[in-house]
């Protein structure tokens, strides 16, 4: 019964918070662009967001396995709900702008992998298949984004572009006070969990050999989603009128139709690190194929495409990551994971941006794409020979 019960309550927070952002997630760009803010500061934001989140995503998976993820969830919704309203309330100014991108990193850094850790800690002792539920999760995610994208972008945004921010803030302190009220449920609140945790060191991680080899593995295909999921909205939006909540329905569907596929995709004779290889390689041909189509509606269908595709590779590699993981610092180490991932999206969104604003979206899209291909399969070839 107490397993039923944090389930439930994982998909209540997790599919919540979804919703908080997604209402969002098609306009934030746009409402940033329409209340002054040039290109490059625009670029601020996404550079800052992701600097902060560097520094912040360690110290954040320590503090969650410390003194609880559902009391850190708390934290990570009144942040991010804060920097949110903060954006949307003033227009045009850059110090709100910096504030606005610092407490909406912290609060992804409190919240990245913290309730996964959380429900894989208080399910790892039962008979329950963790690959279906995390499939379910993405299914149930992706189906309440699909609705908040929709609502936020083609109906709030179409009113008043600061709406969808707003309306996001306020589910977000809804989920911060669901948190608050229920954080007695977490792993550290248990009579019977260890009184301390083991420390976290960098000696630490350079011993776990095999784990570091495996987050070393997912960060070149940074480099090939970080254009389509930033920028696709620049990509896609013509004329005045905001049209992009239609893409964004496409997007969410097609994320739970690829949470869907995986228990099957799973089931092939596969080893897992060839797996999710094969995903690398149809990832990549999917964004040479967006941007090569000539017609507007075939790039969007390749859009979607990609979209299916890195939902069955990240449930694949949270699944990978989590079954390497043998101690108690599981936040910590899935936030170790994320800091490296934000170092490499830093880098990959500044490469990035120089070459788009030289030779457009498009061409920066294919070059990067090449970039985090070869060198996710040089890493696994120097890996094979030097096992």
Request: hydrophobic share 50%; aromatic share 12%.
């Amino acid at each position: 019964m107490k397993q039923g019960k944090n389930i439930i309550l994982y998909h209540t927070l997790s599919s919540l918070y979804a919703l908080g952002l997604s209402l969002w997630a098609g306009t934030i760009y746009l409402y940033m662009h329409q209340a002054g803010y040039s290109y490059g500061q625009i670029n601020l934001f996404l550079a800052l967001f992701w600097l902060v989140t560097c520094l912040t995503e360690i110290p954040s998976g320590y503090l969650a396995d410390r003194f609880g993820a559902l009391k850190m969830t708390f934290y990570s919704a009144l942040f991010r709900g804060s920097g949110l309203l903060l954006l949307a309330s003033v227009r045009h100014e850059l110090i709100i702008l910096v504030l606005s991108a610092c407490l909406t990193a912290l609060g992804d850094s409190l919240y990245s992998g913290t309730l996964t850790s959380w429900i894989v800690e208080q399910t790892k002792n039962q008979k329950l298949d963790q690959g279906k539920l995390f499939s379910n999760n993405y299914v149930l995610v992706s189906a309440v984004s699909f609705v908040g994208g929709y609502f936020g972008a083609d109906l709030l945004g179409n009113i008043e572009l600061k709406l969808p921010l707003i309306s996001g803030a306020v589910i977000l302190f809804l989920v911060g006070i669901i948190a608050l009220f229920c954080k007695d449920r977490d792993r550290l609140a248990d009579k019977n969990s260890p009184k301390k945790l083991p420390h976290f060191t960098f000696k630490g991680l350079l011993s776990e050999r095999e784990l570091l080899k495996t987050m070393v593995l997912f960060l070149p295909l940074t480099f090939i989603t970080v254009g389509p999921y930033n920028q696709w909205q620049l990509y896609f939006q013509h004329g005045r009128k905001v049209k992009t909540g239609l893409i964004l329905v496409g997007i969410d569907l097609c994320g739970i139709l690829g949470a869907s596929l995986f228990p099957k995709v799973a089931k092939l004779k596969l080893s897992t690190e060839k797996l999710f290889l094969a995903h690398v390689l149809v990832i990549a041909l999917s964004v040479c194929l967006l941007v090569l189509s000539s017609n507007y509606y075939l790039a969007v269908a390749f859009m979607w495409l990609h979209v299916v595709l890195c939902a069955l590779a990240e449930i694949l590699q949270t699944k990978i990551l989590h079954e390497q993981i043998h101690n108690e610092l599981r936040t910590t180490w899935i936030s170790v994971n994320n800091t490296l991932e934000a170092l490499v999206t830093t880098a990959a969104l500044a490469l990035n941006g120089f070459i788009a604003d030289r030779f457009g979206l498009g061409n920066a899209w294919l070059f990067l794409t090449l970039l985090g291909f070869s060198a996710t399969f040089i890493w696994y070839g120097y890996q094979k020979k030097h096992a």
